[in-house]
T-cell receptor
């Protein structure tokens, strides 16, 4: 498999559930990102990992918990979410951070919180 | 937070027509990117621009990095039905968090056969 993959593609969960989103990149990249995409809003950067170290957390509520066990895998653990958290969650990777390191996106996980 | 102004928000055109869209920023950018997103998929990188004044083509797509470094344009020539989707601009500015991109809200393109 090539590029950036995400599972599951669709997820419906209640506010009391705990679930995890998975991202895997097959590009040999060192940086990985989580974005939230809501209708009629720009993509919102949530977390950035570089060489498995979290380097940025954009004021994301603690009900979202990222994990990067190695440079190829990125998880987003979800617990006690709110209905307004329903959105498309996109994972991306780049060779490194900084200029001239363009980001490649996965297909996303469509999350619905009931 | 900083935002990009992308216009138009949507376009409904006839097959064969040319398309133009643009993004503007209040601050200087050192990189402009254009992505396309199909329904149910993630954004796919179309064109990357790194130098003010740069004009780059990818098939029927042409993008330009504005000389003021505060804007970028994407043109699609002779549109076809598969051009349908949402086009996003993204920029990376000087002094911002290293490597982070700022995205526009997107231009939704519809093509009538």
């Amino acid at each position: 498999e090539t590029g950036v993959t995400q599972t599951p593609r669709h997820l419906v969960m209640g506010m009391t559930n705990k679930k995890s989103l998975k991202c895997e990149q097959h590009l040999g990249h060192n940086a990985m990102y989580w974005y939230k995409q809501s209708a009629k809003k720009p993509l919102e950067l949530m977390f950035v990992y570089s060489l498995e170290e979290r380097v940025e957390n954009n004021s994301v509520p603690s009900r979202f918990s990222p994990e990067c066990p190695n440079s190829s895998h990125l998880f987003l653990h979800l617990h006690t979410l709110q209905p307004e958290d329903s959105a498309l969650y996109l994972c991306a990777s780049s060779q490194d951070r900084g200029s001239y390191n363009e980001q490649f996106f996965g297909p996303g996980t469509r999350l619905t919180v009931l | 937070g900083q935002q990009l102004n992308q216009s138009p928000q949507s376009m409904f055109i006839q097959e064969g027509e040319d398309v133009s869209m643009n993004c503007t920023s209040s601050s200087i950018f050192n990189t402009w990117l254009w992505y396309k997103q199909d329904p149910g998929e993630g954004p796919v990188l179309l064109i990357a621009l790194y130098k003010a004044g740069e004009l780059t083509s990818n098939g029927r797509l042409t993008a330009q990095f504005g000389i003021t470094r505060k804007d970028s344009f994407l043109n699609i020539s002779a549109s076809i039905p598969s051009d349908v989707g949402i086009y996003f601009c993204a920029g990376r500015n000087y002094g911002g968090s290293q490597g982070n991109l700022i995205f526009g809200k997107g231009t939704k393109l519809s093509v009538k056969p």
